[in-house]
Nanobody
Framework: QVRLVASGGNLVQPGGSLRLTCITS????????MGWFRQAPGKERELVAG????????KYGVSVKGRFTISRENDKNMAYLEMSNLLAEETDVYCC?????????????????WGQGNQVHVSS
């Protein structure tokens, strides 16, 4: 059973930065895409960023391009989401997810394994 544990959620002021970390166990992620999703109450879960197994392809949601950076360290079974210049409307629950495939897909149903949500609260 693949297990993901995300951490790093916190309260941050608008314009601030946060780093989310996702560690995966029970599997080597070298063959797995990694994705970060967020979901606000009453809204659908959306892909924030995805990264291919070898890091040669990354995709970002339109609203976060240039501000968020996804990365991974396969030898540590870890993935990261660096978020900068955060906006108040980005207050959401952020989750990491993975699936054994190469192509990054934006739809949540393409990801089999999910970590718990991490609350990011952007407020002054």
């Amino acid at each position: 059973q693949v297990r993901l544990v995300a951490s790093g959620g916190n309260l941050v002021q608008p314009g601030g930065s946060l780093r989310l970390t996702c560690i995966t166990s029970e599997v080597t992620i070298s063959w797995y895409i990694m994705g970060w999703f967020r979901q606000a109450p009453g809204k659908e879960r959306e892909l924030v960023a995805g990264i291919s197994p070898s890091s040669d392809d990354v995709k970002y949601g339109v609203s976060v391009k240039g501000r968020f950076t996804i990365s991974r360290e396969n030898d540590k079974n870890m993935a990261y989401l660096e978020m900068s210049n955060l906006l108040a409307e980005e207050t959401d629950v952020y989750c990491c997810a993975t699936d054994k495939r190469y192509l990054i897909r934006p739809d949540p149903e393409n990801y089999t394994y999910w970590g718990q949500g991490n609350q990011v609260h952007v407020s002054s």
